[in-house]
Nanobody, 115 residues
């Protein structure tokens, strides 16, 4: 049974910070690329950040200087540290784990940023 379990999001004021986590089970976590996606209201799902099995990272331009993705292979957990949050960051955030030909998704967690 594969599970990606995300932490609870929340309501944050603009300029604030929030840390999301996603704990994986049922996969060989260390060989998976892990990523965070988000889907805002009326928008398509977009890739926010990715961290490969070797630790390389990449970010959407909109979050590059504000968000940090990290992983702890000993805990089978990936994190997304979100700083300087903006109202446009409001979305459901999804954890994703992938190897070639295989994707798994978390349940999604709501992050709302108020002005």
């Amino acid at each position: 049974q594969v599970q990606l379990v995300e932490s609870v999001g929340g309501l944050v004021q603009a300029g604030g910070s929030l840390r999301l986590s996603c704990a994986a089970s049922g996969i060989i976590f260390r060989v998976f690329a892990m990523a965070w996606y988000r889907q805002g209201p009326g928008k398509q799902r977009e890739l926010v950040a990715v961290i490969t099995s070797s630790g390389s990272t990449n970010y959407a331009d909109s979050v590059k200087c504000r968000f940090t993705i990290s992983r702890d292979n000993s805990k089978n957990t990936v994190y997304l540290q979100m700083n300087s949050l903006k109202p446009e960051d409001t979305a459901v955030y999804y954890c994703n784990g992938a190897v070639v030909g295989r994707n798994y998704w978390g349940q999604g967690t709501q992050v709302t940023v108020s002005s």
